[in-house]
């Protein structure tokens, strides 16, 4: 199986950090963007199998980057997976969903939850292609 390259986009260089080292003693090698820009620049180069993505950063936002993503025929099927520290109100979780794979919380246990989250997505999304 070739490894899976996970776009991390966080614009706090510690939680970067923190995700990509999770990601990395999960098997799975990471890219980073610390803007939603760069992101989506990221994305329109490199293959990527899966976005962790923070909600909250200062040029677009996530939502604005999970916008951008699903216009675009080929990433409509790329998991996305939010892990942000924003407590999420009930209409900001009704715009992600169906866009997102899940969203987690930081601050509570994430790590595993992460990688098992990834997981399943990458497998969901193996098994569509």
Same mark, same amino acid.
């Given at each position: 199986l070739p490894i899976c390259q996970i776009l991390v986009c966080d614009? #706090?260089?510690?939680s970067l950090q923190l995700v990509s080292t999770a990601l990395q003693?999960?098997?799975? &090698? &990471? !890219?980073? /963007?610390?803007?939603g820009i760069e992101a989506l620049r990221v994305l329109s180069e490199a293959p990527v199998s899966a976005l962790i993505l923070d909600l909250m950063m200062p040029d677009l936002?996530?939502?604005e980057v999970i916008k951008q993503?699903?216009?675009?025929? +080929? !990433?409509a099927q790329l998991p996305i997976i939010v $892990? *942000?520290? +924003?407590? $999420?109100? %009930?209409?900001?979780? #009704? $715009? $992600? %969903?169906? +866009?997102?794979s899940s969203c987690l919380? +930081?601050?509570?246990?994430?790590? &595993?939850q992460l990688l098992e989250q990834l997981r399943v997505s990458l497998n /969901? &999304?193996? *098994?569509k292609a």
């Open positions: 614009d #706090e260089a510690g003693a999960g098997g799975y &090698s &990471s !890219l980073q /963007a610390q803007t936002n996530g939502f993503i699903r216009e675009q025929p +080929k !990433l $892990l *942000t520290a +924003k407590e $999420l109100t %009930r209409d900001e979780m #009704e $715009l $992600l %969903r169906g +866009k997102v919380q +930081k601050g509570v246990p994430w790590k &595993s /969901a &999304s193996v *098994t």
